[in-house]
């Protein structure tokens, strides 16, 4: 895959995907070259990488071009994560080490959930960060950067009250084979352990007919995969006068010529709907998994947690995914140590594992997060015991997936490769369930296409095969 900063904009213009009406909006007013070069490095979600190759896209627009080092760059970008305390820390510290290396000139703007959530305090924190932006203002960036080049050194967008998407003329993605396509944004569940709602707005949807015909132009352009996202991606609302259902998108979408796959990420269970898996069922180019968070096996911590539906109502969606046609796998994410989590209230949710037997899972100690419910909760489990929870539903689930690798042995899968170690005929790619897979083959260049592989050596976390000829 070539590195970002060697793509032109040249290059991305026969490459770009145009949103029909970002020219409207002025989001790529590319007036004057500014001859600026940018750094931009991002922290965090799926969401959050797929924002920056539409902010590379403004600035790439606006004449800068893109740079692999903050050393080199006029502008440096941070886009944040503030999901997790530890996630924050690591932005803040890495804004120290501007304190010292800082040249003359150089301008520091943090985008993202972190400069959403601390805002203006960032300047007072780090005085020289000239930019401060939240995701739900990124339609102001052009204007924003404007400003900049003009010399102002203080400059926000934070206003999250919007009921607009983030459409960009250019997009500069990073993976030429799978694209990433946001279709709503935002999120209007109210987790109490989350900021992401007040980090990156009310949830807006996008219109059916922008996001198909963005995914035609992405097809034209010898994309073959495409993954639709959205912190709630299966709350989609079309806000046009079609009325697409989420279910009938996934479908329209999978119909475009040249597409061979379609992905979607992250589904929230309580619009779980069985017309969704009667899709997956009835198209195979969907792929088969859904990544469906449970967060708890408890009922007392989903009614804490404001998850609104309940372990037995999370088990009737499992039941209908697992009663498809064809397998389809499912992913989940899990905190540990919400407040007064119980050790009888953690075993549950070990339970769960078992009753779902889960293809992967994502689990988190509790973070208490600013501007959130739980945050006036009192914590009743102290970090140690976090610890020793995470470790043992880890050592659990890692007993389910080995199992479920066992049943791999011998079985072939198409692949999508994606990726060429630096090791002579070694592989790597992805199936249809979302597995990766290594692989061996002598075949020159494979990267991009579709393979048959047969897994001939599994391990608890890794499956290793050989490409069919
Ligand atoms: N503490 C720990 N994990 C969290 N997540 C979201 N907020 C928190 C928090 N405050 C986890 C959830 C979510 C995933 C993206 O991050 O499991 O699904
Ligand atoms: Fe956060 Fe809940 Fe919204 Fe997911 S659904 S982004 S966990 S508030």
């Known amino acids: 895959m070539a590195p970002a900063f060697d793509i032109s904009l040249d290059s991305l213009r026969a490459r770009s995907v145009a949103a029909p009406n970002a020219a409207e909006r002025g989001a790529s007013d590319a007036s004057a070259p500014t001859g600026g070069t940018f750094f931009l490095e991002t922290f965090g979600c799926q969401m959050n990488d797929h924002d920056s190759e539409k902010v590379a896209g403004v600035l790439l627009s ?34 120290g080490e ?26 007072e924190r780090a005085p020289w960060v000239s930019l401060v932006c939240g995701s739900a203002s990124y339609r102001k960036l052009p204007e924003l950067l404007a400003e900049l080049e003009a010399g102002n050194r203080r400059v926000t967008g934070l206003d999250t009250d919007t009921d607009e998407t983030f459409e960009t003329e250019i997009t500069r993605r990073d993976n030429p084979w799978r694209a990433y396509l946001t279709i709503i944004e ?109 967060q708890s096996g408890s009922d007392r911590v989903l009614a804490a947690m404001q998850r609104s539906y309940s372990r037995d109502e999370y088990l009737d969606k499992v039941a209908v995914i697992r009663g498809a046609k064809r397998p389809i796998s499912i992913t989940t994410d899990i905190i540990v140590g919400f407040p007064g989590e119980t050790e009888s209230e953690f075993e549950q949710t070990l339970g769960l594992l078992d009753a779902v037997r889960y293809e992967g899972v994502f689990s988190f100690k509790y973070s208490p997060r600013p501007n959130t419910a739980s945050l006036a909760m009192s914590e009743t489990v102290s970090e140690e015991e976090k610890g020793r929870r995470l470790a043992a539903l880890q050592e659990r689930q890692r007993r389910i997936q080995a199992e479920h690798n066992a049943t791999f042995l011998g079985e072939s899968f198409e692949l999508m490769v994606s990726g060429k170690s630096r090791r002579e005929n070694q592989w790597s790619g992805h199936t249809t369930c979302n597995r990766v897979l290594n692989f061996a083959s002598q075949s020159r260049e494979l990267l991009g296409t579709y393979v048959q592989v047969r897994v001939t050596n599994v391990g608890p976390s890794s499956l290793v095969g050989e490409h069919v000829a």
């Open 98 to 123: 501007y304190r010292t290396r800082q040249r003359d000139g150089q301008i520091i703007g943090v985008l993202g959930c972190l400069a959403q959530q601390e805002g203006e305090e960032i300047f």
């Open 62 to 95: 606006r004449g800068y071009q893109q740079v692999d080092s903050p050393d080199s760059a006029s502008l440096i970008l941070y886009n944040t994560c503030s999901i997790r305390e530890k996630a924050a820390q690591k932005v803040f510290s890495r804004l």
């Open 186 to 294: 935002g999120c209007d569940k109210s987790c109490a352990y989350c900021v992401v709602p007040y980090t990156r707005g009310p949830e807006r949807s996008r219109a059916s007919a922008s996001i198909l015909s963005e995914v035609r132009q992405l097809a034209d352009l010898g994309y073959s995969e495409v993954q639709l996202l959205g912190q709630t991606v299966n709350s989609y609302a079309d806000p046009s006068k079609s009325r697409v259902r989420f279910s009938d998108l996934l479908l329209t979408v999978a119909d475009v010529p040249g597409i061979r796959r379609v992905r979607f990420t992250t589904s929230h269970p309580r619009d779980f709907t069985p017309d969704i898996v009667t899709a997956i069922e009835s198209q195979p180019k969907l792929c088969n998994h859904v990544h469906l968070p449970v």
